[in-house]
Every structure is written in structure tokens, then in C-alpha cells.
């Protein structure tokens, strides 16, 4: 698989789809109502899909102005390690330094799954002690 074979979409992930990814890679399962909730409440989600499947995801909430958090950035298990996590997180990051509007930094945080803060810091997060953290001059 090359990651040319792989597009991201905004703002197309159906409730049913969000709870479908969690739950395949050992999120706590959470009611259909909840996920629509907060994909409706979030700034912006992007999904990953190859060959108009859905493989992964990735949400960004917060004030979409200083402060961004990087929310269930998920690929299926069988495409991880291939870049597709990469993708998502990079996009995510890309659309909160256009859209902040501070002229001076912003802030982008989560909270990395466990044993998976290394792709973080792959991507210049740091690793703090209740997340992960990444200040950007814009």
C-alpha cells in the first residue's frame, strides 16, 4: 500500500463509524448519541479512507483560536505502522496553525494512548505529564 492510495476527507465521519473505530482498537466503547455529540461539538474531524474505505481518524476540539487537542487519532490495526497515523496527526496540526488566530503561538495537546508516545514525539510533541504538548510560533 503506498500513501498516495489513501485520501483525507473533513468533516464526513458518521457517528456510527466513530464509535466502529474505537472500539477496534480498544477505546471504551461509548453510545451512539455521545459520539454524534461530540462529532458535531468538535472543530474538525478527518477521516482516512483507502479505496473509499474508512481506516482511520482523527478529531480536533478546543477554542480554535490558542488552544487545540488532538482526540482519537485512530487507524485499524492492520494499516498501522504504514504513515496513515502521520498523515491524520499532520493534517490536524496543519488546519489549527491556519485557523489560529492568536498572530503569535498556539498550542496543540492530548492525551497519547499508552506506549504510543513515541509516535508523538516523532512529530515534535512533547511528553508531558498529563498529555502531550506541542507550542507553535506561527
Known amino acids: 500500500m503506498k500513501l498516495n ?3 483525507l476527507v473533513d468533516n464526513i465521519l458518521k457517528p456510527e463509524d ?6 477496534a482498537t480498544a477505546f471504551a ?7 454524534r455529540k461530540a462529532l458535531k461539538n468538535g472543530l474538525i474531524n478527518v477521516s482516512a479512507l483507502k ?14 483560536a490558542m488552544y487545540w487537542y488532538l ?9 498501522q505502522g504504514m504513515g496513515i497515523g502521520t498523515m491524520i496527526v ?4 496543519d488546519y489549527a496553525v ?9 498550542t496543540i495537546g492530548g492525551v497519547s494512548a499508552k506506549g504510543k508516545e ?4 516523532k512529530l515534535g510533541f512533547e511528553v508531558i505529564p498529563n498529555g502531550i504538548r506541542k507550542m507553535i510560533e506561527i
Open 5 to 7: 492510495d489513501i485520501e
Open 118 to 121: 513515541g509516535f508523538y514525539q
Open 90 to 93: 499532520n493534517h490536524l496540526v
Open 29 to 35: 466503547d461509548i453510545p451512539i448519541e455521545h459520539a
Open 51 to 64: 479505496n473509499g474505505e474508512l481506516i482511520g481518524m482523527g478529531r480536533l476540539v478546543g477554542d480554535g
Open 71 to 79: 482526540q482519537e487519532i485512530v487507524v485499524l490495526p492492520e494499516y
Open 98 to 106: 491556519k485557523n489560529s488566530s492568536t498572530g503569535k503561538f498556539t
Open 18 to 23: 466513530f464509535v466502529r473505530l474505537r472500539n
